[in-house]
């Protein structure tokens, strides 16, 4: 019932009215696709518990979605499936604002297979809030210590090196770095997608990694990512 309770106030509720008292998520996040390896991946850090559970989502060969702010937590699963289709992820952000009432209190970021990207902040997030985007990547953040944070993100991911959960990580670290989220610190995940690279290769799930109640959870994350990596390497004759 807690928990339950916990994901309706992170998720904003789409049918909330804007006069209902409720918690707001301060999250930065980046979206990403390594080219050399085709993986698709999400990192987030966020002052809410357990926010691997509403703001990552990738399919494998297709892209990766993070829905954020007042989450509207279809936008992942509506996304994937435009995505799919064919539709840029410019033209899929735009799908999935043009109906909803609560637009203006979501952010949202997508990279496709191909790439291309897209993020968007609404005109109600609260400050401060925006994104950067460029080829193979988008990194957005609500409630933050300024712009400084997204920017310090897209800097990272740009001249880090190592795999994608390396790359992703640093990349947290380097907004934290500049502040992160004014709340503080409490949550975070990792998600890694790639088609047969999932646990005895049944499925694209490659990394699936959530901190979900820490004091340090970027450094609890990079910990247990570490684990993970000597526990499931990568498919062997990999590239």
């Known amino acids: 019932m807690v928990r339950a309770f916990a994901l309706l106030l992170l998720a904003g509720c789409a049918a909330a009215r804007p006069s209902e008292e409720v918690t707001v998520v301060s999250t930065f996040s980046i979206v990403a696709y390594d080219p050399a390896t085709q993986q ?3 990192a987030v850090q966020s002052k809410f518990i357990a926010v691997g559970a509403v703001v990552p989502w990738a399919k494998a ?6 829905t954020q702010s007042y989450a509207n937590t279809t936008f992942g699963p509506r996304g994937l499936e435009m995505i ?3 539709v840029k992820p410019d033209e899929v952000l735009a799908k999935l604002l043009e109906a909803d009432p609560g637009k203006e209190r979501r952010q949202a970021g997508i990279v496709d297979a191909k790439g291309r990207s897209a993020t968007f902040t609404g005109k109600e997030c609260l400050a401060w809030a925006g994104g950067v985007s460029g080829e193979n990547f988008c990194a957005q953040g609500n409630i933050l210590a300024g712009e400084d944070v997204v920017k310090n993100m897209a800097k990272a991911w740009k001249e880090s090196t190592g795999d994608l959960g390396e790359r992703l990580i640093a990349a947290l670290q380097a ?5 992160g989220d004014v709340r503080g610190m409490q949550s975070a995940a990792l998600l890694i997608v790639r088609e047969g690279w999932g646990y005895a290769g049944l499925n694209d799930r490659y990394r699936d990694v959530r901190v979900d109640d820490h004091a340090e959870p970027i450094k609890e994350l990079k ?5 993970h990596r000597r526990s499931f390497p990568p498919p062997k004759g990999a590239k």
């Open 175 to 179: 907004g934290q770095d500049a502040g």
């Open 61 to 66: 060969g297709v892209g990766a979605v993070a």
């Open 223 to 227: 910990r247990v990512y570490e684990l």
């Open 40 to 42: 698709l991946g999400i």
């Open 84 to 86: 799919e289709k064919g």
